[in-house]
């Protein structure tokens, strides 16, 4: 099997000017900080699955997610130059610094919200890695032409669940729709552009969210069709705060648990 | 009077296949009983890779690096990958999931003891890499060549596997013996506790092992409990001189004349003990399990609900 220890050198960074460089660098760190906390929630579910075929489906887009995470961490130190490495990155930052959307931090909840969540984040990463791939930063470009695949596979499942789980039992509808509710708010912050990703795509490192959309839509329509959901009805107030480094309560225990050991054991190597 | 003859002439021929080494396959002739001794120790084997889950699984979300965490992560899902095809080769001897999961969760079926010791430190992922993983792989590279054909090649993947697991399980103790003083402590405390229990791994004695002898014969098994037993040890003890380790076990002594270790006696009591349900993570390990099968229940009838529809509306369209 492939075994994710295996990992590429760390990508060269390419010329920047030095206010780019840091602007490249929060993107990346965000999208790090956004593949390791769900990676991290999906990776919570090992063991404890519902099914063996799903627990190991989970663990596999969690090893995705974080295989992902370090190449971004690794470039991230790159992009900073200041000698860090991928574990200082994840493992020495208080909850402040991290930079992913509220919906990844958001807790597995039952299945139904695990599939909203992975789903709701599967179609925005997906479509984004498609378009990242295409970057002029031959790095980010790079990461994204090897993630994007598995990405897609990522989509494939949470649409299928979503289906599955929406035409399935009056029960798994229910939970479904809970789900929906619980989880749509925290959707809109995916694509709203912070200050440093809309100056990256003024300068057309980053792919422009806007032109994401219709994609993004269409296929959440169609799954939604199958799924024989409405498109939800309600427009709950949109959640976001997390990309800025404003989190829900739930963050910070995750990084405790993340944490621990490199903050019980300082400087130690593992 | 006829049936018992053809009968025993077909116990005869099936023998005489074990002993030439010819492999039986899902739809020839085998006796009831070695149906039945097949599927309760492929089904074990697979519930103890399923609930060896949990151990393990306890440490991923505390991991001290990334590569760890992926190394550790990986692993635990090899070993959801290893109970599916167990749970598959014994489906081929006719016994269903669905029935090996019931036995499993009413406590009718057993899973490895080990599994019932906590993990209560880093250096834990060690061990269980390191001994247990060391130790399965003693009790299962014979099983590639056991007569059941399905049984043996699911092995042969599952080893391979498990070969990984103990250099990564090794790869932890090494980096935590070349660590800090406050790395070697933690390394050896946890050598500590899992020793003995990764002893007991083997089973009890051969003069308690009221299987072995049967099993022997129709070359499920190809050594016996203690063979295998002080294997372990001969191997396990320079291994823990190399780490700089002391097996907590004043006996183990190289013994020249037998040109392998003594040891001190397991804790017999504490085997039976643990086997019965005694151990601090019985009641939890088998509790995790069942909430998991409950809480998940109405997945699998979704999915179930889904396809039916799906192929209604199919033969509709067809």
Redesign the interface.
Known sequence: ?D???DLQPAPAAIAHAPTVRQQLFEFVLQLADTS?VLG?RL??W???????????AM??I??DL??E??SL?QYAAVLEGQGRT??DL??LRPATAYRNPLLVEQPNG??AHTVVRQFLFDNYHYHLLLALKDSPDAPLAGIAEKSVKEAAYHLKWSSEWL???G???A??RQ?LDKALATLWRYAAELTTPTATEAALQDLGLVPDYGALAPAMQAHAAHVLAEATVPTPQFAPFAQRGGKGGQHSEHLGYLLA??Q???RA?PG??? | METLEKDLSRDDQFQARIDADVRIEPKDWMPDAYRKTLIRQISQHAHSEIVGMLPEGNWITRAPSLKRKAILLAKVQDEAGHGLYLYSAAETLGASRDQMLADLHSGKAKYSSIFNYPTLSWADMGCVGWLVDGAAILNQVPLCRTSYGPYARAMVRVCKEESFHQRQGFEIMQTLCAGAPVQKEMAQEALNRWWWPTLMMFGPKDSESPNTEQSMKWRIKRFTNDELRQKFVDMMVPQAEFLGLTVPDEKAQWNEARQAYDFGEVDWNEFWSVVKGNGLCNHDRLQARVQAHEEGAWVLEAALAHAAKRAAREAVAA
């Open positions: 099997m075994h994710p220890a390791l991290h990776s919570e090992c063991g404890h699955g519902p099914v063996l075929e799903q627990d190991l663990a596999n969690a090893l974080l295989g995470t370090r961490y991928e574990d994840a493992y039952d299945f289906i599955r789980l035409d399935g039992t029960e798994s939970r648990e993340l621990y050991m490199q054991y130690l190597t593992w």
